[in-house]
């Protein structure tokens, strides 16, 4: 079964500090992997996906994430944050099940918290 | 272009109560759509998910149900609300399997 981990459940960075958020996944072939954002009340931004081909991935907003294999990663990552960054962040993998159909597991998020 | 509606935003119904929650995309046709709950600290839960009119699979077993009357109309029903039932309800569609989805503005439940 697919499943995807968010080590940290609340970050706080400073405003122009670099970030990294983690993710790992478990999946038995090669994975769709998104990460997606969340405002307070609303729904969920696509910010990037992984789907093939080069595992630096570069996504809206000024972030990017690296797909790791060997380390069954794909941490999200931006070099100066900003306070409009402050939200919450989900890592999620993706594939076909037997129905044909894309089934995606959501991590259980990061709060991101960004102080002046 | 795409977008996707979700009412009402926000739902504050007794136990017991019945549930009706719609969701509608516009600018697209067959997409495959998905209802996912979304409780404090806990992400995303998959209820259900549909590829096609009247097409629906159920993620995990509870108290909720969903119809597709048309094709880009999904909703979400219960008979008898939990406490439980209380959370913030995400409707998304993507186009082809693989794909990214798109979420709606969410509705919130509270059951009280």
């Known amino acids: 079964a697919q499943s995807v981990t968010q080590p940290d459940i609340h970050i706080t960075v400073s405003e122009g500090a670099s970030l990294e958020l983690r993710c790992n996944y478990s999946y038995g072939a090669t994975p769709y992997l998104f990460w997606y954002v969340q405002s307070p009340g609303q729904g969920l931004q696509l910010l990037l996906k992984?789907?093939?081909?080069?595992?630096l991935v570069q996504g809206i907003k000024g972030f990017e994430a690296e797909f790791k294999r060997s380390q069954s990663s794909f941490n999200l990552r931006k070099p100066s944050v900003h306070w409009s960054d402050a939200a919450e962040y989900f890592c999620?993998?993706?594939?076909?099940?037997?129905?044909?159909?894309?089934?995606?597991?959501f991590g259980t998020g990061t709060k991101l918290q960004v102080i002046p | 272009s795409q977008t996707i509606h979700q009412w009402p935003a926000t739902l504050v119904q007794p136990v017991g109560s019945p549930l009706s929650l719609e969701c509608t995309v516009e600018?697209?046709?067959?997409?495959?759509l998905y209802w996912y709950r979304q409780a404090a600290g806990r992400g995303l839960q998959l209820l259900f998910y549909?590829?096609?009119?009247?097409?629906i699979s159920s993620e995990v077993p509870q108290n909720l149900s969903a119809s597709r009357p048309q094709d880009r109309q999904f909703i979400l029903s219960s008979k008898k609300l939990l406490l439980s039932d209380s959370g913030f309800y995400l409707c998304?569609?993507?186009?082809?399997?693989?794909?990214?989805?798109?979420f709606g503005p969410g509705t919130r439940l509270t059951v009280l």
């Open positions: 998304a569609w993507t186009r082809l399997a693989g794909d990214e989805q798109f």
């Open positions: 992984y789907f093939s081909g080069d595992t």
């Open positions: 999620a993998v993706g594939g076909l099940n037997s129905g044909g159909y894309q089934k995606v597991t």
């Open positions: 600018g697209t046709s067959n997409p495959n």
């Open positions: 549909s590829v096609g009119i009247g097409q």
